[in-house]
Structure formats: structure tokens, C-alpha cells
């Protein structure tokens, strides 16, 4: 007798993140392919490259290349809800992480909204301010921030704010935000930073680990070995 292979296609999840040049979002992605492997499903993982409209045109071809769910990180804040109307346009389930939509899945009328997955971003914030001033002892402070209408960007910046109020001992030099997904341009704002106040800066605040390597690649270049700096994500 003769018998016949059949190959059976598994479930394919959308995957779509703002830049992989960014050793946080490898990470994220090596992770998330371990658990798609544990769930039996495929992935199809798109980069919009910090493009909001290209975000937009990657969930549309997702979805019409038959995804059976999406995992999303919007670009912006501003960005979310348009994303999740168009996975419940096509009843699609769709899961947000790290930045917050603008849109409560606790509130929202469509069950496919499964939910948001992030951190306390204020309270990041706030842990970080705390182990550079009560930890490290600096009394003098510059940030570096990403962009502007990002959750992540002004819950920790606020989580800084808050922190200097129960401090006014500390002050804090200036901010700078706008600094992309790539520790070059935290390398050159730090340089700038140093250039504008020198021998004053005690510590360098960051609200992601990308901006604090590039932070400590300046301070290296310049030959700075005593100003403290503090971030987040496991770089």
C-alpha cells in the first residue's frame, strides 16, 4: 500500500515592534519565538523602524496575510487605537505591550482586546532618580529621554520629576529627549552635555539601557570615570 505525509500548517501570530536595531527589542523577539515554539505557533515578525505609518501598513498586510493574532508595540501613543480598530475591523485578537495605547482593554467593548502588558513606567522612572541620588549620592543630574509622545518617555520622566521633589537638595542640570532608538545619539548628547557644564554633571539619568551605554561610550571617550549613570532593561 502507499501512504501519504500530510504537512499541517501551524497558526501564524503577528509580531510587530518599533526597531530591532535595538538590543532590548533582539531580546524581546528571541523571547517571544522560545514561547511560540512552547505554544506550537508561527510568527511573522515585522520592524516598523519608529515609523507610525509604516506600523499601520505592516498590521494591515498582517492581518491580511490571515494572522490569527497580533502581538503589538505601538510606535506612539497616538498610534494605538488606530492599530487595535483595525485587528477588531477584522476580529483579529490583538495583545499590547511595553507602551500604553491609549486605550483601557478593561473598558474597551470588544473581548479581543486581551489586554496591555508593560511596565510601571512612573515607577521606573522614580527606582531609577532614587539609585542615582540615594545610592550613588549625586547632587547634580542631566536626562536623556526618547521621544516625545511615547507612555514609556513621560512616565519615567515623571518617575524623575517625582523623585527630585523629595529631593531639592539635587538638581537637575537639564533634559534632553528626542534620543532614537540607537545609543549614537545618546553618545553625541552626552558629549554636549559634558562640553555645556563641565565638571558639574555628578550623574546622567537615562529611562532605557540603549541611552546609558551610550552615555557610558562618552563618558569612556573622554576619559570620565566618576559620573554615575543609571537606566533600565537588562543591556
Known sequence: GTFS?????????????????????????AFTKVVAEQLDVDLKIVDCQQDEVRQVADIENLIAAGVKGLVVTPQTDATGPKLISLAEEANIPIAITDRWPNLDPTTHDWSGYCGFIGPDDETTGYDIAKALIEEAGVKKIVSLSGRHGLSV????????????????????????????????????????????????????????????????????????????VAGMDLN
Not at 181 to 198: F, Q, R, S
Open 5 to 29: 505525509i500530510l504537512s499541517v500548517a501551524r497558526d501564524v501570530i503577528g509580531v510587530s515592534i518599533p526597531a530591532l536595531g535595538n538590543p532590548f527589542w533582539e531580546r524581546v523577539v
Open 153 to 228: 518617555t513621560a512616565g519615567r520622566y515623571n518617575g524623575l520629576l517625582r523623585a527630585l521633589e523629595e529631593h531639592p537638595e539635587v538638581t537637575l542640570l537639564a533634559s534632553q529627549f528626542s534620543i532614537g532608538e540607537t545609543g549614537v545619539g545618546a553618545i553625541e548628547v552626552t558629549e554636549n552635555l559634558l562640553a555645556a557644564y563641565p565638571e558639574q554633571i555628578e550623574g546622567i539619568w537615562t529611562d532605557a539601557d540603549l541611552r546609558a551605554v551610550g552615555a557610558v561610550k562618552a563618558l569612556i571617550d573622554a576619559g570620565i570615570d566618576d559620573i554615575q
